[in-house]
């Protein structure tokens, strides 16, 4: 019989062994899991969805979260001590950052190396109320430095959205490559953020596939998401993207 309702898949069931490159479960050093008793549960969570490899990305943001390598390194030297007290050995955490493309970043990339997700692909964020600036100068001198930016979350950049995402194209002929947010193909961050991440995602304009989980909550919407089949299609390959990409 005829059917209003298609099928509808759980994304959760596709995330078997995934690699989560963008979240914030270092304990306590940005906005993230508040502790060590915090990250273990969020680590908890991924388990429950069959992921139990991580790139931790916690925000280096000169104003709010001055982090640096020392202090990221601590943060993950904490954190699988306790995974190895509690003999979780089946996780295994790297750690980068996710760095705001501020003034500041660009006298950071003068001075030091970057924390790097894999050879050298940098994650990269920017305001959500206006691009920098300086933005071609900082891609320029990323690459002039030989790193590969990864645009963490690029639809929720509202002044880059229009019909035509030429704003988008721009960003990939300067060399960016773009991680999509899972949870703004369901609306977590309003509806035309969740209309541009279809749309970038129908015109295979995504690379990699990141949680950005915060807290639990994240993590309880992500195993509730249901995308249809056409969805599903354009999802798997960037899900295989992203393994094959940051494979360890
Ligand atoms: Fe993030």
Do not use: W
């Not at 008793?37 to 429950?48: D, P, T, V, Y």
């Not at 035309?192 to 990141?210: K, P, S, T, V, W």
């Amino acid at each position: 019989m005829f059917s209003f309702f298609s099928k509808k898949y759980f994304l959760k069931d596709q995330l078997e062994d995934f690699i989560d490159i963008h979240n914030h479960i270092l304990p306590g050093i940005d906005d993230g899991a508040a502790n060590l008793q915090a990250s273990i549960e969020l680590i908890e969570g991924f388990n429950r969805l069959g992921i139990n490899k991580f790139i931790a990305t916690p925000h280096i943001m000169n104003d709010y979260y001055p982090n640096s390598p020392e202090s990221i390194g601590n943060a993950l030297r904490i954190l699988r001590e306790e995974l190895n007290v509690q003999r979780k050995k089946n996780i295994q955490i790297k750690a980068a950052a996710e760095y705001m493309m501020d003034q500041a970043f660009l006298e950071l990339m003068m001075k030091e190396d970057l924390l790097t997700l894999t050879d050298n692909k940098v994650l990269v964020e920017m305001s959500y109320f206006q691009a920098p600036i300086n933005l071609n100068e900082i891609l320029f001198q990323l690459q002039t430095r030989r790193y590969l930016p990864v645009l963490a979350h690029p639809e929720r950049y509202a002044f880059f959205h229009s019909k035509s995402l030429n704003k988008y194209k721009a960003l990939k002929n300067r060399g960016c490559s773009f991680q999509l947010n899972i949870l703004s193909l369901v609306g977590h961050y309003g509806k035309n953020i969740q209309e541009i991440a279809l749309r970038l995602l129908e015109e295979e304009m995504i690379d990699f596939l990141g949680t950005d989980t915060h807290q639990m909550r994240h993590l309880e919407k992500l195993s509730s998401i249901k995308i249809s089949k056409k969805q599903l299609q354009l999802i798997l390959p960037v899900i295989d993207k992203t393994k094959e990409s940051f494979r360890f």
